[in-house]
């Protein structure tokens, strides 16, 4: 894999985007961001509530997310970005920082995401409602915009299966 590379991991709250993320962008030597830590005060205190967020909530949080990946793009760093992008227009925006984003969708049932869900100490992300909301608002990307991937597996099978279908290595 060049270290020119900026990933998406992307998936419904519980799908493992920020493990995987890590992983991921430890294995190919990128700087990884959480998209949850970018979120407006409002849209966390919305979440903490049990509020779902809105496009409008979202609009400037995936803004920000698109500077950091152009940031990335434009100085040839790597960068690997966990962020729901639960729809196609989302998953636009962030192409606006780098047309070339690779993503890689983490694919569950609601089971599994919510037994994750109830496992999660201290997170800001509440409640059956937020996950029914997110699943609804879920617009998976196909074959030719994304690699899928089951989170049945192991965090560490998930970074290597992404590697091996999206043709790369670990970066040196």
């Keep these: 894999m060049t270290t020119t590379q900026r990933i998406l991991v992307m998936g419904v709250s519980g799908s493992g985007k920020s493990h995987v993320g890590r992983l991921l962008a430890e294995r190919i030597g990128a700087r990884f961001i959480d998209g949850d830590d970018h979120h407006s005060p409002a849209s966390i205190d919305k979440m903490a509530r049990g509020i779902p967020l809105t496009d409008a909530d979202r609009e400037g949080w995936l803004e920000t997310l698109a500077g950091f990946l152009a940031e990335h793009r434009a100085r040839e760093a790597p960068l690997v970005v966990g962020c729901s992008a639960l729809k196609r227009r989302y998953r636009d925006t962030l192409r606006r920082g780098d047309p070339g984003l690779a993503i890689l969708f983490l694919d569950g049932t609601r089971a599994q995401l919510r037994e994750r869900l109830s496992s999660r100490e201290g997170h800001f992300f509440k ?3 937020m996950l029914d909301s997110q699943l609804a608002d879920l617009e998976p990307p196909g074959d030719d915009e994304a ?11 998930l970074v290597a ?12």
């Design 127 to 129: 409640g059956d409602a």
């Design 147 to 157: 690699i899928t991937l089951d989170i049945s597996q192991s965090p560490g099978a």
């Design 161 to 172: 299966a992404f590697l091996r279908r999206h043709g790369a290595g670990s970066a040196t």
